[in-house]
């Protein structure tokens, strides 16, 4: 049973930074694409509206959707089973449910419960 688990997620002012951690059990990490999403206010059932902010391969190559490149970036540290997303710059829109997802094998998604970050303007 893969868990995943999200932590750093918090209050912070506008222009402000914070860095979310996400560890794995029960899978061997180093073979995991590890991705964030994130779930902005008002879209709260499960898979609705959700939005693929980052990824990470197992090989360390990195994916960023347009609203965070250049702000956030997403590493992982395999001896410590866990992926970082570190957010600079922060803006209101960024406010959100942010998730971590392990996908094993290609195909299968492991979510955790989501850790919220919330950005004052």
């Known amino acids: 049973q893969v868990q995943v688990v999200e932590s750093g997620g918090g209050l912070v002012q506008a222009g402000g930074s914070l860095r979310l951690s996400c560890s794995v059990s029960?899978?061997?990490?180093?073979?995991?694409?590890m991705r964030w999403w994130r779930q902005a206010p008002g879209h709260q059932a499960p898979g609705h509206q959700r939005e693929l902010i980052a990824d990470i391969t197992s090989g360390g190559d990195t994916y960023y959707s347009d609203p965070v490149k250049g702000r956030f970036t997403i590493s992982r540290d395999n001896a410590k089973d866990t992926v970082y997303l570190q957010m600079n710059s922060l803006k209101a829109e960024d406010t959100a449910v942010y998730y971590c997802?392990?996908?094993?094998?290609?195909?299968?998604?492991?979510w955790g419960h989501g850790t919220q970050v919330t950005v004052s303007s």
């Open positions: 997802v392990a996908r094993k094998e290609g195909v299968v998604d492991y």
């Open positions: 029960g899978s061997s990490f180093s073979i995991l694409t």
